[in-house]
């Protein structure tokens, strides 16, 4: 999340991806860095070491969601 | 710890309670406590804080991460008060979280690791003395060493109450450690061979400096010594190489950050009378610490890397210091290693003198 408004700062688009076990941490770093509307999509717990087919069903379902994201949806 | 938390700034608001008491339970409740009992912060108590470390109460040393918080002397006086500082201690509090706020210490960023990271304190130079004692010797990183263990304990609070790393919240330490609670300790300048770590990091040997490394809980080292120096030198560094880059570190596993050698004062006295000085210790150890990525991850994981490339960590990726009793055991502190600056040790001078409240003892 830090990295996303570090990113809004010099006015580059960036959207945070966060697992649901880091999404409390997510909302803590953006209303404490001042940007509480910063973009994060969630994702399930884990995503490291799930393996090249769950990998690939996640990035399915998230680049139209991420696409979405930068294009502006909430 | 559950509680929203409390920001501590210029702008804290003052709180009131029926009783100490009653003012501890609210500093548990809103999560600004580590979990044990703090001294209560009042305004005088604060104020007396402040007026040893010869600051402006306003002053900002830097912000703290993630929250980044600014650290003003007020706010470090109120965490070096609930930690149970004596005001003499309160310029070394200050020097540590000025090192806490420099950047190249990814303080922000090991705050929310699920490593158990948390900053390892060590106190060169005359405020050893001056604004203490703090202990260097048998038990310095144990119970009952009052300033250890409350500056250690102030720059948690810092890390709680500035950072706001509330556990499961921002700190996602996995299981966190004991470190975390409070890490602190003198180097045992006098009973050692070999010149002290501010020294070899660039200082004057009069100058006061803390050195602050986020590590993970030391761990100990057995080495016997004997009277064949050559063979015990040899024995210890192996064991250095072995512990400094274990593979299952961080460390070992990614060559990555820096790992501090406590050495106790026996140990340091074979490697001194093998010959060594610590630039040779530095170069020995890195030499025994290198293995094969093949020996340290297997031929799968991580696909793709050349797996006969040496990992280990480099001379100067070697804090080394003397403290402790003499005996068998020293002791090695892993890092985690990550961050931007791979969260690299980072010193701050101790200022103290005519304008502290604090009278400088006599030696």
């Known amino acids: 999340m830090s990295d996303v408004i570090d990113f809004a700062q010099v006015e580059l688009p960036a959207v945070a991806l966060v697992t649901e076990k880091f999404a409390d941490e997510a909302i803590f770093v953006a209303r404490a860095r001042g940007m509480p509307d910063a973009p994060w999509l969630q994702l399930p717990h884990p995503v490291a070491g799930i393996g090249d087919p769950a990998m690939r069903a996640l990035a399915t379902d998230l680049v139209p969601r991420l696409i979405a994201s930068f294009r502006g949806a909430r | ?363």
């Not at chain 2, 703090?134 to 948690?156: C, D, H, K, M, Y």
């Not at chain 2, 080495?223 to 570190?249: F, H, I, K, M, P």
């Open chain 2, 1 to 363: 710890m559950s509680g929203p938390g409390l920001v501590l700034d210029a702008g804290s608001k003052m709180r009131s309670a029926a009783s100490e008491e009653a003012a501890l339970e609210d500093l548990h409740r809103l999560g600004c406590t580590d979990g044990l009992p703090v001294i209560i912060p009042t305004v005088s108590r604060v104020d007396r804080m402040v007026l040893a470390g010869g600051m402006g109460p306003d002053l900002s040393l830097g912000t703290i991460g993630p929250l980044d918080g600014s650290a003003t002397v007020r706010s470090v006086a109120i965490c070096a008060v609930m930690a149970g500082c004596r005001p003499d201690y309160f310029p070394v509090v200050l020097a540590a979280v000025s090192a806490l706020c420099d950047p190249v210490l990814d303080i922000g960023e090991v705050q929310v690791t699920t490593h158990n990271a948390g900053p390892m304190i060590v106190v060169n130079g005359p405020a050893r003395y001056d604004c203490g004692p703090f202990e260097s010797g048998t038990g310095a990183l144990g119970p009952g060493n009052q300033a250890n263990a409350s500056v250690g304990r102030a720059i948690r609070l810092c890390l709680l109450n500035i950072g706001g790393a509330r556990p499961g919240i921002a700190d996602m330490a996995l299981t966190g450690q004991p470190a975390k609670f409070t890490f602190c300790l003198a180097e045992a300048e006098e009973d050692s061979p070999f010149p002290p770590l501010h020294v070899r990091l660039g200082y004057d040997a009069g100058q006061s400096v803390v050195t602050l490394l986020t590590a993970e809980a030391p761990r100990s080292l057995f080495c016997q010594v004997t009277e064949d120096v050559a063979d015990c030198s040899d024995r210890l560094l192996r064991q250095l190489g072995e512990a400094v880059a274990s593979r299952a570190s961080n460390n070992g596993s990614w060559g990555i950050g820096e790992a501090a050698i406590i050495l106790n004062p026996e140990h340091a006295q074979v490697l001194a009378r093998a010959g060594l000085n610590l630039s040779d210790v530095a170069q020995q150890v890195s030499a025994f610490s290198m293995k094969p990525r093949r020996q340290l991850h297997g031929p799968a994981y991580p696909p793709g890397l050349d797996l006969d490339v040496l990992i280990g960590l480099a001379p100067e990726q070697l804090l080394i210091m003397v403290a402790g009793g003499g005996g068998v055991y020293s002791m090695v502190v892993n890092s985690w290693g990550g961050g931007v600056h791979q969260n690299r040790h980072v010193c701050a001078e101790v200022s103290y003198g005519a304008s502290c409240e604090v009278p400088r003892p006599l030696r």
